[in-house]
């Protein structure tokens, strides 16, 4: 049985292991100024961010149109799959799920949505572990009981180098009230089952590294590691060679899409690992 995995832009996978894993995304969407951008093409995340700060309004973010979870869920299944498991960011935080929930009616069985609970490689991970189980000849219930095991499994925590971005987007019910502690410093933030949670913070960004140091050592041996970063290549880089942990595969280095780095703000940096 042929089963193709899908999600969307927000899981943070990188082009070419997407191409190398099989798996589908859609792209969520970003308004500037009046246009609407598909996550990706029309502006780059470097320029992305290096624009932000002195973008009036703030961006906004919104989720791919039913219409376009039904065109690739037909084209996937034109093609010749028999089952689609499509997994997405949590409900909670975006409309994506729901627009592809919406569009899995038009296919009955055939089309199964998650609420990954996730968001950025926190989802992509399970992704790839979907599309790992398809790719051994898992059944659709193996697949799934596989991805809930490793979403147990994840840890992820980001350093702010502000809060204004996330108080902003209105996002978080506790970001408003929480703002007049918050000032001046950097704060530290995680998505756990489809919460974003706060994690305390720190008074300057080196004592901010040493944290995040301490939280990813601590988790002890790991199955897959992602640093996550809004444009700051060298720092993520530098952190990454820092780490005495225990990896089998390569760590991804990503600059998170800028429909997440909306709500987050430049110079941040953070990581998503699953544990052993």
Not at 76 to 101: E, T, Y
Not at 134 to 162: F, P, Q, Y
Not at 178 to 193: E, Q, R, S
Not at 198 to 215: P, V
């Amino acid at each position: 049985m042929q089963i193709e995995i899908v999600t969307d832009s927000t899981s943070d996978i990188p082009p070419e292991v997407a191409k190398e894993y099989n798996i589908y995304v859609v792209p969520a969407i970003l308004n500037i100024g009046g246009q609407s951008l598909e996550d990706g093409p029309g502006i780059s995340r470097r320029e992305f961010y290096e624009r932000l700060p002195a973008m009036q309004p703030l961006p906004t973010t919104s989720a791919p149109s039913v219409g376009s979870f039904h065109k690739l869920y037909d084209k996937v299944i034109k093609q010749g799959a028999d089952l689609i498991l499509s997994l997405h960011a949590p409900a909670a935080l975006s409309g994506i799920f729901n627009a592809a929930r919406l569009a899995a009616q038009n296919f009955g069985e055939r089309v199964h949505v998650m609420d990954s609970g996730s968001l950025t490689l926190g989802l992509g991970f399970q992704v790839m572990a979907a599309s790992d189980a398809s790719r051994n000849g898992s059944s659709l219930e193996e697949i799934i009981a596989h991805v809930e095991d490793v979403r147990k499994r994840i840890d992820m925590v980001a350093m702010l180098d502000t809060f204004e971005y996330v108080r902003r987007s209105g996002r978080v019910s506790w970001a408003k009230a929480a703002l007049g502690t918050l000032l001046n410093l950097k704060p530290f933030i995680g998505v756990k089952d489809g919460a974003v949670l706060r994690l305390g913070e720190t008074r300057t960004r080196l004592k901010g590294i040493e944290r995040l140091t301490e939280m990813l050592v601590s988790l002890g041996p790991l199955e897959r590691l992602a640093i996550l970063h809004t444009n700051i290549e060298d720092q993520a880089h530098e952190f990454l060679a820092s780490l005495d942990v225990k990896i089998p595969t390569s760590a991804l280095v990503v600059n998170v899409t800028t429909v997440i780095g909306t709500h987050v703000g430049p110079k941040a940096l953070g990581f998503v690992a699953v544990v052993h």
